[in-house]
């Protein structure tokens, strides 16, 4: 690694710190999270030495770096037309979990290339609520998960896309025993745009904190440039992919990296 | 080198009053600090004494009601009156060229019940002094009070240059023992206290013993570190050997040596560089700690934190504002942040069993009380 191509991969590791400490910085401010020390541990990891990928796992030897928010607890909005109806949702928080995990880069062209350097992007969320049956309180809890399955070409019982949103998996092995009423397979597991911590934290407000969420969209504009660039890092090339796959199914029928994001996209 | 102190005390007539404090300190220093007590009489006799004494720190009380002037009347002015007058010369000093003052650690020095009848409750005058201590702090804690004195009487000179100075990131550095590099870890925010264009030597002194080592966020103290690490101190025999091993990631700026502590991001880089480079620190619990640091240290003897029903839970992260619990954050009740506390710190926390005790709490949030609420109401 040159001294130029160093100077411009920390830097780029820095900017991702930077970002990490302004989302937390506007979480703190709008009182949304209580605590977002797991976010200011993750920036600290940013430039962390870099690690490598041990013997046994896919591009073993291959170094990279990445950083890892674990259960940032996020302050929910009540939620309407839950199930059960009897769910009492008042005051609730959801714990968020982020792992960002992405190749070191063979050159200096490639800094910044997120998408393409990415090795894993998981994302997992759940909340607690409860309900009375009987007068006696009874937990439930709300959980999904979004993985990065890098095994993309290995067959399997049912279609792993690349990135996957999934409703349910192990953060509900606490209540297992009580669940009553509801059946949760495995599947679908609905390929997702892949979602890092900015877009992730962005992600859970929009969806449980929409009122809060739409403040911020008016009236904080660093919360929107904040998301900007992983949404052009990230998004970008994910959706390009797609659409160049879908659109020349006739010269790549078998769908090219397109195939890989969703299974789905393929001709022969 | 030995650093000497005045202290400015209305009982300092009488030496067995002053004396305890003075022999406590130069006992506790091994002979680098020397105390010298200075009846206080008109302000201006104070200040050209204190000009030509030339200290390099100031031991103030707040009290003066036992030091008479003229027809034994009491002197109208207090030792906040006189830090502030002492502060801003220093300030007009350092402006001017003139000098009337050159800058140097104010340290309040009263006795508790002094601070309870002057100051309870009015932070007004916390800016003015470096250090606050308690008279009594000085026989419990000699050894510590002792450190931060020389520490503070050592640095003041690096404060006094850096202020003077274009506040550089190579200079920035140089003030916090870090590699320059280092400064683009720390959230931007942290360091915008010392990069203030105008600010004196006393203002830059303050923000390091206040915000930047006075509560954890990018630094931790002893404790906290312990906690973090999963380690329980007083029955780890092997914590002296693992300090030593974390040595790369100790503070070595200014105050260094009267103040103890340790680079968070660094820490966070020693355990995945020398310890697990696969599973982040907080990601275990202390028993799964303390067996990872073990394994690659070879310190056999450290004893992991016990869990305990008070404060429940084993990926202990923070210390309970009020009982001095471990807390894991999973379990505990994060405070609301209270006036000075910035978004780079981090937040206080309750440990279980005392945010039961104190569930009225006005700076638990409403969320955190329903969550309380909802605990106990499992229990019943």
Known sequence: ?268 | MIKTYLLIDDEARSDASTEPYVEAIAEASQGSLKVESYLPTSIEEVLEFIAKAKPDGLLLDVAFTNALIEHRAPLPYDGIALAQQIRTLQTRGSRHGAASLPEFPLVRFSKADVIREYVYGDTTSDDLFDERIDKAAIIDQAEAVAKQLFSLAGDYPAISAYAANDKSDEALARLLGCEEGFLSRIDARALLGLRRADAPAHVLSRYITGPLLGRSGPLIDETLLAIRLGVDRGRSEDWPALLAALKSAAYGGVFAQGYERWWMALVIDWWSGQIDSERVLYRHGAVERIEAIRQKTGLTRLTPLPEDPDSPGTKFWHLCFKSMRPVDPAFGFPLMPEWGQETWHDVDYLCLEEAKRDSRNNRLAPAERARLAKLRRGEA
């Not at chain 1, 009182?31 to 046994?56: E, F, K, N, S």
């Open chain 1, 1 to 268: 690694m040159t001294a130029a191509f160093k100077k411009a991969f920390d830097q780029h590791r820095n900017e991702r710190a930077e970002e990490l400490f302004d989302i937390a910085a506007i979480l703190n401010k709008e009182g949304l999270a209580p605590d977002t020390g797991p976010i200011q541990q993750a920036a600290a990891q940013c430039r962390a030495d870099l690690r490598t990928v041990g013997p046994g796992q896919l591009d073993t030897g291959r170094q990279y770096w990445g950083f890892e928010i674990a259960d940032l607890r996020i302050n929910l909005e009540d939620q309407k037309h839950v199930r059960p109806r009897s769910a009492v949702m008042s005051e609730a928080s959801g714990t968020l979990s982020v792992t960002v995990q992405e190749y070191v880069p063979e050159d200096e062209g490639q800094i910044g290339h997120s998408y393409k350097l990415l090795k894993r992007l998981d994302t997992d969320f759940f909340f607690d609520v409860f309900h009375k049956v009987d007068g006696v309180e009874q937990p439930l809890r709300a959980a999904w998960h979004l993985d990065t399955h890098p095994y993309t070409t290995t067959d399997s019982r049912s279609v792993h896309p690349r990135f996957h949103f999934q409703v349910g998996g192990e953060r509900l092995d606490a209540i297992d025993a009580d669940i009553r009423g509801v059946f949760m397979p495995e599947t679908p597991r609905l390929a997702c745009a892949p979602l890092d911590a900015i877009l992730a934290v962005d992600f859970v407000l929009a969806h449980y904190c929409g009122e809060r969420w739409s403040l911020l969209r008016d009236l904080e504009p660093s919360y929107g440039r904040l998301r900007k660039n992983p949404m052009q890092r990230y998004w970008s090339p994910y959706f390009r992919t797609l659409a160049e796959g879908i659109d020349n199914l006739d010269t790549v029928p078998g769908g090219g990296d397109a195939c890989t994001l969703i299974p789905n996209i393929f001709a022969t």
